[in-house]
Protein backbone atom coordinates (compact mmCIF):
# COMPACT_ATOMS: atom_id res chain seq x y z
CA UNK A 1 0.00 0.00 0.00
CA UNK A 2 2.78 2.26 0.95
CA UNK A 3 4.28 2.00 -2.83
CA UNK A 4 0.54 2.45 -4.45
CA UNK A 5 0.30 5.69 -2.28
CA UNK A 6 3.82 7.17 -2.91
CA UNK A 7 2.84 6.27 -6.99
CA UNK A 8 -0.63 7.75 -6.69
CA UNK A 9 0.46 10.84 -4.23
CA UNK A 10 -2.70 9.96 -1.82
CA UNK A 11 -3.05 7.67 0.95
CA UNK A 12 -4.24 4.08 0.35
CA UNK A 13 -4.92 2.27 3.23
CA UNK A 14 -5.36 -1.61 3.39
CA UNK A 15 -8.61 -3.21 4.67
CA UNK A 16 -9.40 -7.09 5.34
CA UNK A 17 -12.39 -8.44 2.90
CA UNK A 18 -14.07 -11.16 4.86
CA UNK A 19 -13.24 -14.04 1.74
CA UNK A 20 -17.51 -14.79 1.90
CA UNK A 21 -17.62 -11.43 0.96
CA UNK A 22 -16.86 -12.52 -2.70
CA UNK A 23 -18.05 -15.04 -4.88
CA UNK A 24 -15.87 -17.59 -5.22
CA UNK A 25 -15.38 -21.11 -6.38
CA UNK A 26 -16.06 -22.88 -3.26
CA UNK A 27 -12.29 -24.70 -3.45
CA UNK A 28 -10.83 -21.23 -3.97
CA UNK A 29 -12.83 -19.56 -1.35
CA UNK A 30 -11.98 -22.98 1.72
CA UNK A 31 -7.96 -22.16 0.08
CA UNK A 32 -8.34 -18.77 1.27
CA UNK A 33 -10.14 -19.61 3.95
CA UNK A 34 -7.94 -22.14 5.74
CA UNK A 35 -4.41 -21.44 6.62
CA UNK A 36 -3.56 -24.89 7.08
CA UNK A 37 -3.57 -25.00 3.28
CA UNK A 38 -0.44 -22.65 3.29
CA UNK A 39 1.72 -24.56 6.22
CA UNK A 40 4.89 -22.33 4.84
CA UNK A 41 2.78 -19.23 6.22
CA UNK A 42 3.31 -17.26 3.48
CA UNK A 43 -0.36 -17.82 2.30
CA UNK A 44 -1.58 -18.42 -1.62
CA UNK A 45 0.17 -15.60 -2.42
CA UNK A 46 3.91 -16.25 -2.41
CA UNK A 47 5.85 -16.58 -5.82
CA UNK A 48 9.38 -17.52 -6.76
CA UNK A 49 10.56 -14.74 -8.47
CA UNK A 50 13.55 -15.29 -9.02
CA UNK A 51 12.40 -18.52 -10.97
CA UNK A 52 9.67 -16.52 -12.84
CA UNK A 53 12.33 -13.58 -13.99
CA UNK A 54 14.11 -16.31 -15.69
CA UNK A 55 11.46 -17.94 -17.61
CA UNK A 56 10.52 -14.46 -18.20
CA UNK A 57 13.25 -11.77 -18.22
CA UNK A 58 11.03 -8.81 -19.31
CA UNK A 59 9.16 -9.23 -15.86
CA UNK A 60 8.50 -5.92 -13.70
CA UNK A 61 8.82 -5.32 -10.54
CA UNK A 62 5.66 -3.46 -9.02
CA UNK A 63 7.68 0.13 -8.53
CA UNK A 64 8.67 -0.35 -12.58
CA UNK A 65 5.06 -1.89 -13.53
CA UNK A 66 3.39 1.44 -11.39
CA UNK A 67 5.80 3.68 -12.67
CA UNK A 68 4.85 2.67 -16.22
CA UNK A 69 1.53 3.85 -16.14
CA UNK A 70 -0.61 1.09 -13.90
CA UNK A 71 -0.65 3.60 -10.83
CA UNK A 72 -3.71 5.19 -12.28
CA UNK A 73 -5.56 1.90 -12.81
CA UNK A 74 -4.46 0.71 -10.07
CA UNK A 75 -6.02 3.90 -7.96
CA UNK A 76 -8.91 3.84 -9.95
CA UNK A 77 -9.73 0.32 -8.71
CA UNK A 78 -8.80 1.76 -4.90
CA UNK A 79 -11.52 4.24 -5.17
Do not use: C, K, N
Not at 45 to 71: F, I, M, N, Q, V
Amino acid sequence: MELISRSLGREITYRQVPVGAFELDPDAERALADERAFPDERGPWHADRAALRERHPGLLDSRTWLRDGDAERTGALLT
